[in-house]
């Protein structure tokens, strides 16, 4: 499919979207001049097997969290704290997913690529992603350049950790379980993802909207100041992870309208659409919420979805 849209000259002067599951992206308003190619290359197979690990290669097409749902199945940890993450695999290296304190980029071994100028395949290596906080090569540098065909990625047989997240200790001890499986360390992610996130069937949204900031220690230690009660994550030695939720919360916004756009009001980093809203209401919902926050905290947020 994808040589026949490279060599029609119907589709020359066309740019080319490389589409997975929609689930971050907001479409402009109007009629987009685009083609948009739908990856749907299916495919789950152990590639090697030793005593501690396990390497999968997974087609691009593959929906997310029915791997995770399988592998889990199967034993094996490293992806039970990304459950429920919509989209497919070969979105995973693009965005770097992750959720409490996971990364995909812990687990992926190769990104198996098609690049576009050559129609060469062949693997780029987990080094060679460049991954960092939701991001990596793909969203930078080779943006444009690769279709991603399938990830592998090295799992583990080993006892799984559990996440360091006050809201999953609770689920556990709410539930008394003392040593979680690695199925009930799943059923806690989806329990709390469920319960602070709407589905977007019913409520349209894209997830999480803004990027947890990482800034230098000392200001993210001004801001204990003032509220010592803060939960943040330590990044380095020099770096701190804030919870952009906590930040637009504290801007007092959780809940808040912006016209058809608003935070939803069991989840401030998510924006929802109540009535039929552009994409021109949401960038002018999320240039106030940034406004905001930065006047109230000096950090400035970065949205996470892209825009097409």
């Not at 429920?84 to 190769?110: F, R």
């Not at 709390?192 to 900031?213: D, M, T, Y």
């Not at 608003?262 to 980093?269: F, G, T």
Request: net charge negative; with cysteine.
């Amino acid at each position: 499919m994808w040589t026949i849209v490279h060599t029609d000259v119907r589709y020359k002067d066309i740019p080319i979207f490389i589409l997975g599951g929609g689930s971050n992206i907001i479409f402009s308003d109007g009629v987009l001049d685009v083609f948009a190619l739908k990856i749907e290359i299916k495919g789950f197979e152990i590639v090697s097997e030793e005593q501690n690990y396990v390497d999968i290669k997974v087609g691009a097409g593959e929906i997310w969290d029915e791997i995770v749902s399988r592998t889990v199945s199967m034993g094996l940890s490293g992806f039970e704290s990304l459950s429920l993450i919509p989209g497919t695999a070969g979105a995973s290296p693009v965005q770097n997913i992750g959720a409490y304190g996971a990364e995909v980029k812990d687990t992926i071994l190769e990104v198996e690529v098609y690049e576009i100028e050559t129609g060469k395949v062949f693997n780029i290596s987990n080094k060679d992603c460049k991954f960092g906080y939701r991001d990596s090569i793909f969203k930078g540098e080779a943006r444009g350049k690769y279709i991603i065909t399938g990830v592998t990625y090295r799992l583990s047989k080993s006892i799984p950790r559990l996440p360091d997240y006050p809201g999953i200790k609770s689920y556990f001890i709410d539930n008394n379980i003392n040593i979680p499986t690695l199925a009930q360390i799943r059923e806690a992610i989806i329990s709390i993802r469920q319960s602070k996130l709407p589905n977007p069937n019913e409520i349209p949204n894209v997830g999480s909207f803004f990027k947890n900031p990482i800034v230098e220690k000392v200001v993210a230690h001004k801001i204990k100041e003032d509220y010592p009660d803060a939960k943040f994550f330590s990044v380095d030695d020099t770096h701190t992870k804030v919870p952009a939720g906590w930040l637009i919360e504290n801007a007092g916004l959780k809940g808040k309208s912006f016209g058809k756009v608003s935070m939803y009001d069991k989840n401030a980093l998510v924006l929802v659409n109540k009535e039929g809203a552009t994409c021109e209401d949401v960038i002018r919902a999320r240039d106030e919420i940034i406004k905001i926050v930065k006047d109230k905290f000096g950090i400035e947020l970065v949205q996470e979805p892209e825009i097409l």
